[in-house]
């Protein structure tokens, strides 16, 4: 990229940096420093403010580059992500939303120890929860330094491991300082500022065809090599029966996986009441589904104004097609049209990558305070010791995410997500479920739930071709993996479910009949509820 380019983007981000940092000091100096204030905003916001919330927390950088980057690369195949992640609302709305509102106060192990031993399932389901933000946040940090590559011109792996490092720092300030609600308003003014940058290429890329989409999907064909399999099933998920069952766990998890997410969960209690969460989430399904839905088309617009050969050319993985599409939108290398564009689209990605980070960093490290150390420490404790606790969790996860996400920095964003997703549903889901619904679930039941899903996704990741054994893996070099399939979700889903129902059915301590009555009347009523 020329020094315009670069000039005007790093302008623009400092702008963004300086904004949010400014919302973060205000927020600072006028917050009551309560564990309420800190973790869920003073439940404060409004259904319209919190969906803005919702859907700046959702649509992630794997959302803007890495699905879009998937349909330049795959056609068809790649918009099954922009579907799965869509659809997902649906199980939230119709499962979670209300019910979650009602009978917890910060985090997922509130909703399920209502009715539990405490101490067992809050750690259980505190770990979980950390190990699924970490990994998405790995995702937003791969995601931070293919866009820095690109827009330095890809020069040296300096300028990627600096972008990393200093995400983190700055996702770590924002939660330390501000808590939920400067993290809330960040994530408002970044939904903003992407949808508004989507809708742009979205309505230049139909210019471009003259709103011919046939056109559009015929170009796009035409030049990415595949020819009108591209618009068909099967270029990446096609072919034998591991690439099949790739597809059927990838759906699986992506559908399933929302509702089990912390970060989203934790936005639930931003709220003052259950119907004003209801709401959030109709206000977040409509914005969520317009920039899926716009997604497709720069994805598709991508393969035909730039060519998969050339998006596959800048990032292996497809992370850069959307920099790429605006520099072409806006009249190429070295126009002004094109610098403005790149720019400005190089900034709201990196506004997107902030934002997120700055969420999932206050859902984990809400969890290790609230869930972990709460359930350690020792009787008696200093109330307001858990928020200083919770700041310090902040830096610590943002030092292991910034590890990992130099260590995983040439994978797909999205596919890394399609992971944090099937770990969700595969530890928190179940769980979740059998608390709200089965009146027999007992605590040997939750704690098995967890570990069951939790412990099957992780390691089927770690022995799958995704850390070893093939050319795209973590470790290229070596070859250990022994389970075929990159996304676990198919083997550790049902896993859950069914250590779930095993613990309970095998456990001495019968079902709490008064304690399941009193969480079922508080999740319909919100009678009782925080």
């Known amino acids: 990229m020329t020094g315009d380019h670069q000039t005007l983007a790093l302008l623009l981000f400092s702008a963004f940096v300086a904004v949010t940092l400014g919302i973060t000091t205000w927020v600072s100096r006028n917050r009551r420093g309560s564990a309420e204030e800190f973790y869920a ?138 808590g939920m609600r400067a993290t809330t308003w960040i994530q408002i003014v970044k939904a903003v500022l992407l949808m508004a940058g989507t809708i742009t290429l979205t309505v230049l890329v139909l210019l471009r065809f003259h709103g011919d989409v046939n056109g559009l999907l015929a170009t796009a064909a035409e030049r990415s090599g595949h020819g009108t399999s591209f618009l068909g099933p099967g270029l990446r998920y096609g072919g034998d029966w591991t690439a099949r069952l790739d597809f059927i766990s990838l759906g699986l998890a992506l559908v399933l996986g929302t509702a089990g997410l912390p970060h989203i969960l934790s936005r639930f209690y931003t709220v003052p009441t259950a119907r004003a969460a209801r709401r959030s989430v109709v206000w977040a399904i409509g914005l969520i589904g317009g920039f899926y839905l716009m997604t497709i088309v720069l994805g598709f617009g991508a393969a035909a104004i730039i060519g998969s050969a050339e998006v596959r050319a800048s990032n292996a993985s497809g992370n850069t097609a959307i920099p790429l599409l605006a520099l072409d939108l806006g009249g190429g290398a070295g126009s002004t049209g094109g610098t403005v564009l790149f720019a400005i689209v190089a900034a709201v990605a990196f506004a997107t990558i902030l934002a997120v980070v700055a969420g999932i960093t206050l859902a984990s490290s809400a969890s290790v305070a609230h869930d972990l150390y709460a359930s350690l420490r020792r009787p008696g404790g200093k109330p307001y010791g858990e928020v200083a606790v919770a700041r310090t969790a902040a830096a610590v996860i943002g030092a292991a995410a910034i590890g990992l996400g130099l260590l995983a920095r040439d994978l797909n964003v999205a596919f890394l997500v399609g992971l944090a997703f099937a770990v969700a549903a595969s530890a928190n889901l179940p769980v979740l479920l059998y608390s709200l619904f089965w009146r027999r679930f007992t605590t040997r039941g939750a704690v098995w739930s967890v570990y069951g899903g939790l412990v099957p996704a992780v390691l089927l990741v770690l022995l799958s071709p995704v850390v070893s054994g093939s050319p795209d893996a973590l470790f290229p070099g070596v070859d250990f993996h022994v389970f075929p399939l990159q996304n676990p979700g198919v083997v550790s889903i049902p896993l859950g479910f069914l250590a779930g129902w095993l613990g309970t059915v095998t456990s001495p301590e019968p079902p709490d009949e008064a304690r399941h009555a009193e969480t079922e009347v508080r999740s319909l009523t919100g009678a009782g509820a925080a």
Do not use: K
């Not at 959702?58 to 579907?83: E, H, T």
């Not at 869509?86 to 019910?99: R, S």
């Open 41 to 178: 905003g003073g439940r404060l916001f409004s259904p319209m403010e919190n969906g803005f919330a919702i859907a700046g927390d959702y649509m992630s950088a794997a959302s803007f580059l890495g699905i879009s980057g998937l349909i330049a690369l795959y056609g068809y195949d790649g918009m099954l992500y922009s579907v799965g992640f869509l659809v997902a609302w649906l199980v939230v709305l119709f499962l979670v939303a209300e019910l979650v509102r009602n009978c917890g106060r910060f985090t997922l192990a509130d909703v399920v120890a209502a009715r539990m031993a405490e101490r067992p399932v809050r750690i259980a389901a505190g770990t979980s929860s950390v190990a699924v933000s970490v990994l998405y946040l790995v995702a937003q940090m791969v995601g931070a330094g293919s866009l820095v590559a690109l827009l330095l011109g890809g020069t040296g792996e300096a300028a990627r491991t600096w972008t990393v490092v200093g995400v983190g720092a700055l996702m770590v300030v924002y939660v330390s300082l501000g």
